[in-house]
Each structure stands twice: as C-alpha cells, then as structure tokens.
C-alpha cells in the first residue's frame, strides 16, 4: 500500500472538498444523483494522487478510515484487519487498493454513471490518463446519505475475475477477518 504523512492540511482538503456533497441533498432525483456522483469524484480527486506516494506513514488508506468518510463498520474492518497484519510483520493484507481496484494507481479517477437502489447510490469509477480511459469501471463505489452527510459502504469490483464481478471489499475483508481470527487471539495473547 502506498503511504505518506500526516498532516491537518492533507485531511482538510477532503474534508472541504467533500463539505458541500455532504449536505447538498435535495428532494429532487436528479440532485441526489448529482450530490452522490459529486461526493465520490471529491473523494477520487483527494486519494488518488496521496496514495500514489510512496514515501511515508500512514498510508492513504488510514487517512480515509480517519477522515470518517467510510461506514463504521467498514472502518473497523480495514482498521482490525491492518492492526493484526502490522501487528503480526505480515503481508499487506490486500494485494490491490480497496478503493481503487488496481496495484498501479491511474493519476487519474472519473466518475461515471450514477444508479441508485432504495437509498443506495453506486457511483462508477474509471481510471483515466491523458492516452486512454477504461471502457469498464475499475470500481463501483457504494455510498448512502445519513445523518446529514455521504458516506462509502461498500466498493464493489466489477473486473474481478475469480467472482464473476461479484467481490466487494466488505465480502474480502470478511473472509480476510475470519481467516485471521485464530492468528488475531494468539497475537492479542503474545503468542507467535
């Protein structure tokens, strides 16, 4: 995972790019649609040219765990399963971005066409550069509006080829969770 330092002023930007989406819901359809596909590219436009740096700690993924972007259940999940990995001088435990789908991160992220189910907006990310754009996207964002404000709850990998396009990151970090958890209590009790 790529990394790089913390600071207030690399959070900020998140948070005022995202400050507007967050609270831009109106009753029409077509707002909703635009606040969603708003909020996502805010998110898109701040993570990808951080987590393309290599050079420091924490990584862009911790940042996005404390930037409260991400459903609290989905926090938790990458924070326990990164606390067991750094914990236990593992491997990096996902071989790919959560966020991005892909191991050579485009400079670049789009978003594409916005649908919605019930409350649920997904929201299509495509990886772009000046030469070429993906003709499939890289990431299907999930995101739902509460309390006042946007958050992710799921990214779903549509290109995965083991699962037919149906993996998602709450499905991997499950079976990552389960995997570990026999490893996880004899790290807790000081065990190898």
Same mark, same amino acid.
């Given at each position: 995972?790529?990394?790089?330092?913390?600071?207030?002023?690399?959070?900020?930007?998140?948070?005022?790019?995202?400050?507007?989406?967050?609270?831009?819901?109106?009753?029409?359809?077509?707002?909703?649609?635009?606040?969603?596909?708003?909020?996502?590219?805010?998110?898109?436009?701040?993570?990808?040219?951080?987590?393309?740096?290599?050079?420091?700690?924490?990584?862009?993924?911790?940042?996005?765990?404390?930037?409260?972007?991400?459903?609290?259940?989905?926090?938790?999940?990458?924070?326990?399963?990164?606390?067991?990995?750094?914990?236990?001088?593992?491997?990096?435990?996902?071989?790919?971005?959560?966020?991005?789908?892909?191991?050579?991160?485009?400079?670049?992220?789009?978003?594409?066409?916005?649908?919605?189910?019930?409350?649920?907006?997904?929201?299509?990310?495509?990886?772009?550069?000046?030469?070429?754009?993906?003709?499939?996207?890289?990431?299907?964002?999930?995101?739902?509006?509460?309390?006042?404000?946007?958050?992710?709850?799921?990214?779903?990998?549509?290109?995965?080829?083991?699962?037919?396009?149906?993996?998602?990151?709450?499905?991997?970090? !499950?079976?990552?969770? !389960?995997?570990?958890?026999?490893?996880?209590?004899?790290?807790?009790?000081?065990?190898?």
């Amino acid at each position: 995972m790529r990394a790089f330092k913390l600071t207030a002023l690399t959070v900020l930007p998140l948070l005022a790019g995202t400050a507007g989406p967050l609270v831009a819901q109106g009753s029409n359809p077509q707002d909703r649609d635009d606040a969603c596909r708003s909020f996502v590219q805010s998110f898109y436009y701040w993570y990808a040219p951080i987590a393309m740096d290599d050079t420091a700690f924490p990584s862009a993924m911790d940042l996005a765990i404390q930037s409260q972007v991400l459903s609290p259940n989905l926090a938790r999940l990458l924070e326990e399963i990164g606390a067991a990995a750094v914990s236990g001088g593992g491997e990096i435990f996902l071989g790919v971005d959560p966020f991005t789908n892909s191991e050579d991160l485009w400079k670049k992220f789009m978003v594409g066409d916005v649908t919605r189910q019930g409350d649920h907006c997904f929201a299509e990310v495509y990886g772009v550069s000046p030469e070429k754009k993906d003709l499939n996207p890289d990431v299907v964002a999930e995101v739902v509006f509460q309390s006042g404000r946007w958050i992710f709850v799921n990214f779903h990998y549509p290109g995965y080829p083991a699962s037919s396009g149906q993996e998602n990151l709450l499905s991997v970090l !499950r079976r990552i969770h !389960r995997s570990m958890q026999p490893q996880y209590s004899r790290l807790e009790r000081g065990g190898p």
